[in-house]
């Protein structure tokens, strides 16, 4: 089955800087690959999300990039802000299968 | 269009007695998943389930877990016999696609602890 691996486990940054969070994957049939940040206490939502077509991603601050040769995406966040701060998942799914998920990352920006 | 619902939000059950956990999806999603989540780990994929069919049970312990989508009704969760070391949350996602077209859409959680 897929295995999808995620670092760092905890990353902190001055408001202001940019956050990165990469994610592997093993499974050359993955095809989506969403990201989802979690608050303490509450469920998982989706930031943003990429299709295996796609090598690039922008919403806004945060953006996702897609490469399909090495098996690895990662989430950019910019300008961050202390509403940033939660636990963000990588996933990626194989299609008629489950979604596999990173272990997380635990973002704190510093004011 | 109301969200995915679980209930309840949390629950307390005794070791050895059962815990059943309902999710009602979102209208229209035929795709359920239920996860479970220890305090500060990550989300581990219990079941993918479809309406009647379980599609993949792979993340399910083999005993004393099941899960049901009925053609009417919330998707249940049932753990029998429970251990101190069944207390998580319980999430559970629905989506109207099958795995691999689209996001899943997260419910609230089921906080279970067993004392």
């Known amino acids: 089955g897929e295995n999808v691996e995620q670092h760092p486990s905890t990353l902190s940054v001055q408001e202001g800087d940019s956050a990165v969070i990469k994610c592997t994957y093993s499974?050359?049939?993955?095809?989506?690959f969403p990201w989802y940040k979690q608050e303490l206490g509450k469920r998982p939502q989706l930031i943003i999300d990429?299709?295996?077509?796609?090598g690039e991603k922008k919403d806004q601050r945060i953006a996702v990039t897609l490469n399909k040769t090495a098996k690895h995406f990662s989430l950019h966040i910019t300008e961050t802000q202390p509403e940033d701060s939660a636990v963000y998942f990588c996933?990626?799914?194989?299609?008629?299968?489950?979604?596999?998920f990173g272990t997380g990352t635990s973002l704190t920006v510093i004011p | 269009n109301a969200g995915v619902m679980q209930n309840p939000r949390h629950l307390v059950r005794r070791r050895g007695q059962e815990a059943r956990l309902r999710c009602s999806p979102m209208?229209?999603?035929?795709?359920v998943y239920w996860y479970r989540q220890l305090p500060e780990e990550g989300l581990k994929f219990m079941v993918y389930?479809?309406?009647?069919?379980?599609?993949?049970e792979s993340g399910m312990p083999k005993e004393r877990f099941s899960a049901e989508f009925p053609k009417e009704g919330p998707s249940i969760l049932r753990i029998q016999q429970v251990v101190r070391g069944d207390s998580a949350a319980y999430f559970c996602?629905?989506?109207?696609?099958?795995?691999?077209?689209?996001?899943?859409?997260f419910g609230p959680g089921t906080r279970l602890t067993v004392t």
């Open positions: 996602a629905s989506s109207p696609h099958p795995t691999g077209e689209g996001e899943q859409y």
């Open positions: 499974d050359s049939a993955s095809n989506y």
């Open positions: 990429i299709r295996s077509n796609v």
């Open positions: 996933a990626a799914s194989i299609p008629g299968n489950q979604f596999y």
């Open positions: 209208k229209g999603h035929s795709h």
């Open positions: 389930l479809q309406k009647e069919n379980i599609i993949d």
